[in-house]
């Protein structure tokens, strides 16, 4: 087996494993969601014990809008969701181009990818709870009766 191939059948089994993941996380999911005390287990406990919205809070509202083709929904319900499907894709395809052409190293992501990745958590974090608690804007709408009563 070649160094190609084998490079190829490596990058096959880590796409498989995550689609696979995924799946798993959209059937766990709706499993929860069909269970009568359901809401027990599948709520965030940020969101339930301080009334705030945390960083990952509407990440899979995000990804069915973004599977869904709706790009502006996706990024309302949690733009890192949206920024971190994206990446992923672009880098996956950077490395099968880099497979395929023989390069002999993969490459690695850049560390600004990280610090975007961060300041989106961060604004989204802040920006979304001042919109919640001081102007009773709440595009998820699961906490505004909390707040605004």
């Known amino acids: 087996m070649t160094t190609r191939t084998r490079r190829l059948l490596i990058f096959a089994c880590v796409q498989l494993i995550f689609a696979a993941l995924i799946i798993c996380a959209f059937f766990y999911r709706a499993l929860i969601d069909s269970l009568p005390f359901g809401d027990i287990y599948s709520n965030c406990p940020f969101h339930d014990f301080v009334h705030l919205y945390c960083p ?3 990440g899979t509202r995000a990804m069915i809008a973004l599977f869904r083709g709706q790009l502006v929904h996706s990024l309302l319900c949690n733009p890192l ?4 499907a994206v990446g992923f894709f672009c880098f996956d395809g950077m490395v099968l181009r880099r497979i395929l052409r023989d390069e002999p190293r993969v490459m690695r992501l850049p560390m600004w990818y990280f610090w ?12 979304r709870n001042v919109l919640l608690v001081y102007f009773g804007i709440d595009y998820l709408g ?3 009766s909390f707040w605004h009563p």
């Open 116 to 127: 975007v990745l961060l300041a989106i958590a961060v604004v989204n974090f802040v920006l």
């Open 56 to 58: 990952g809070c509407g």
């Open 142 to 144: 699961d906490l505004i």
């Open 81 to 84: 969701s949206a920024y971190l």
